[in-house]
């Protein structure tokens, strides 16, 4: 008889910990099921026996450290300390240190006010630690106002409400006309941010995103290129922080301004409003016409690659055609998600090993993968210097043995879905491979590995060969094989799970179509196209295509088996002049100069464009880094992530400066798990220390409880 797994019998409003494994919790205690039978439990409070159940799921194969941290709400490093103190110390181990001063607060009343006042006049840190007697450690909480917030992250509700009992809800900025006078005469040169004090402003929560934009370096890129602009009210800061607002709250494009409250944005600017759509289209345009757009992309992607070193030994590119419905005639190009060709511009993305954006332009028609890949190797190369050997990775599009050589000679690693004709494997030659990836999640592969060689021809004409490495997917329920060529050569499974992540650039164009308005134009300004390339000749098709009519009217004619000698002679003639047709249609040359066709051709210009996809994609690696900080505090945060920071932004803040700081206080979300996610998020970033921009104000962020 045939013995197979135990079903498991999951009992009815239990959380999931991982296959076997099931936990139950209420108000009398909680117990943990295996395979839908009582393994341990513990009453109310028992939070020693809570941690030995977690600790026996690790120890006796259950569930994972990752599955155990998930299930228990506590994070996989604190189950790591957990089984650490369990194997050290046994159950004594388990119990939580007791935690409380060990005496009297020294931040009395008294001392926090001299603090202030001390802080106040310019004192330094140390300077006021030495006069109150306390320490740096002290200074810094009495001037953080670190009392208000519990050790949970959250604001408790009497110290909030003292907090917020001071502001003015929903208080509007003071209007600054005299500097608006000012920069008209060109004595101010950017109005300085002044930050609007106020209880539950609109909108305030979209400042959470401000330490994730500053490790971009977005606003640094732009301000480095373009160094101080003309004489104005709204500076360079202000222009590009209000499309990142705008687009945070569901506005990418300039016109979404004006379905936004300006006092709103204007406050998140330090400004009384913010720009009017016509403001910022004539000094966007005002920037593109200095044709620097590719410099501040550069940069970006510079300051990308030295961050996050370890998402850059492998660049996924790819193409992304968009659509131009402007009155101008431009070069069509085939767009796939449609299924048909119009006139469209494509732009070349490059991402990281993660999917985050790193670099755009647009490919000069005629646009393809396999041309652009040269302009992508030596792209790669300036940014991650002469010493690495990254991989580049990109769909059949790209399918070139030649440019496979081209790329491999330079030092590169290639990775690409091979294209058909080609042979399928034998079901004996796959076997199950297991890859961990960077979050702790388990894919399985059934897959086969063997060394092919390719077969191409040189410019010369000589028959060349490329070898590589052919790994081959088999989909074991429809027996569907998916072939992978690679000059990789470390573990078959993680080459395939390199190549079938190619989704995560293929979301991040869903995304940023969805809610960046990717896809937007921006300008429909055009530019001459380059008239010299060479085209296919229209004229060529038309001579071919009259010889052919002529011919097949000739064959229709139906000629009597005897002709008179002048049916014979009108044929003959027919036959001549068919052959004059033919020898017109072979000397009009294929392909001729564009020029010649079409001396007015133009192509849409995109330096403007390539400006907000910067600041689009900048702003979309900062929301990134934001939803993975919020992965080990919200179970939910694979799938729900984005729409719990969106919440986040839209949400009502109070705003306080507090000496030399900002504190943003923000409303507490939908749900009080949300709530504890948002606020344990408000903790990392409080770490950063990132200041106000424009200003010598360090945020800080906490929420408000209900």
Request: charged residues 25%; proline residues 6%.
């Amino acid at each position: 008889m045939r013995r197979g797994q135990p079903l498991p019998l999951r009992p009815s409003g239990s959380v999931r910990v991982s296959d076997a494994a099931d936990l139950v919790e209420n108000g009398a205690g909680g117990a943990v099921f295996v395979w839908g039978m009582a393994a341990w439990c513990w009453d109310a409070g028992d939070v020693v026996g809570r941690r030995l159940a977690a600790v026996q799921l690790v120890e006796t194969g259950a569930a994972t450290q990752v599955e155990v941290g998930a299930g228990f709400g506590a994070g996989e490093a604190t189950v790591q300390r957990w089984m650490a103190a369990w194997r050290r110390d046994g159950v004594d181990g388990l119990v939580p240190a007791v935690r409380g001063p060990r005496g009297p607060s020294k931040l009395t009343a008294e001392r926090v006010a001299a603090i202030r006042q001390l802080r106040a006049t310019g004192a330094s840190m140390d300077a006021i630690a030495a006069a109150v007697g306390v320490g740096r450690d002290s200074v810094s909480r009495a001037l953080s106002r670190a009392e208000l917030v519990t050790t949970t992250g959250e604001v408790s509700e009497p110290a909030a409400a003292a907090a917020s009992a001071s502001l003015v809800p929903l208080a509007r900025p003071e209007p600054r006309e005299a500097e608006r006078q000012a920069a008209r005469r060109g004595e101010l040169v950017e109005a300085p941010p002044v930050i609007c004090e106020g209880g539950s402003l609109p909108l305030a929560g979209a400042l959470l995103i401000l330490p994730a934009l500053a490790a971009t370096g977005l606003l640094d890129c732009f301000e480095g290129v373009y160094g101080r602009a003309k004489a104005a009210f709204y500076g360079l800061r202000s222009l590009v922080l209000a499309v990142v607002f705008a687009a945070l709250v569901g506005e990418a494009r300039a016109e979404g301004l004006t379905r936004l409250d300006p006092v709103d944005v204007g406050r998140l600017l330090g400004l009384d409003r913010a720009p009017e759509v016509k403001t910022l289209r004539r000094r966007f345009e005002a920037l593109a016409t200095e044709g620097r757009a590719d410099e501040v992309m550069l940069g970006l992607a510079r300051r990308h690659v030295d961050a996050h070193p370890e998402a850059t030994g492998i660049f996924y590119v790819d193409g992304h055609v968009r659509a131009y419905h402007g009155g101008a005639e431009l070069p069509k190009a085939h767009v796939t998600r449609m299924r048909l060709s119009m006139p469209a511009t494509v732009d070349t993305w490059l991402a990281d090993a993660f999917g985050d954006g790193v670099l755009c332009w647009t490919a000069p028609p005629p646009a393809g993968l396999v041309g652009e890949l040269a302009v992508v190797a030596k792209v790669i190369r300036d940014l991650v210097g002469p010493d690495r050997h990254p991989t580049i990775c990109f769909d059949r599009g790209g399918w070139s043995p030649a440019t496979f050589h081209a790329l491999a000679e330079r030092g590169f690693d290639i990775l690409t879905y091979r294209k058909k004709p080609v042979r399928t494997e034998p079901r004996t030659a796959f076997s199950e491979h297991t890859h961990l990836d960077e979050a702790g999640r388990e894919h399985r592969y059934w897959l086969a590995d063997r060394r092919v060689r390719i077969a191409w021809r040189d410019e010369n004409h000589r028959a060349r060969y490329f070898a590589c490495r052919q790994i081959t997917r088999l989909d074991p329920d429809t027996g569907h094989q998916t072939h992978i060529v690679t000059t990789r050569t470390d573990s078959v499974a993680t080459v395939a799970h390199a190549m079938f992540s190619r989704w995560r650039q293929e979301n991040f164009f869903r995304y940023l179509r969805a809610h960046y308005d990717l896809d937007a134009l921006d300008s429909y300004a055009t530019i001459p196209d380059n008239l010299t390339r060479s085209v296919p000749n229209p004229a060529k098709r038309t001579a071919a295509n009259r010889t052919a009519a002529a011919r097949q009217e000739l064959a229709d004619i139906a000629l009597p088996e005897t002709m008179s000698p002048r049916l014979t002679e009108a044929h003959n003639e027919a036959v001549d002049y068919i052959n004059d047709l033919n020898a017109q249609a072979r000397a009009t040359p294929a392909r001729v100069p564009l020029g010649d066709i079409h001396p007015d051709a133009v192509v849409h210009h995109g330096e403007r464009k390539r400006l907000h996809d910067a600041i689009r994609m900048a702003t979309y690696n900062a929301e990134t880094a934001l939803a993975r900080l919020l992965t080990p505090h919200y179970r939910r945060a694979e799938d729900e992530a984005r729409s719990l920071l969106h919440e986040a932004f839209h949400n009502p803040a109070d705003l306080e400066v507090i000496g030399n700081e900002l504190h943003v206080r923000i409303n507490a979300l939908s749900a009080p798990r949300r709530t504890r996610a948002i606020a344990a998020l408000c903790h990392d970033l409080n770490t950063t220390d990132t200041t106000y921009p424009g200003t010598h104000h360090t945020l800080r962020y906490s929420v408000k409880t209900p």
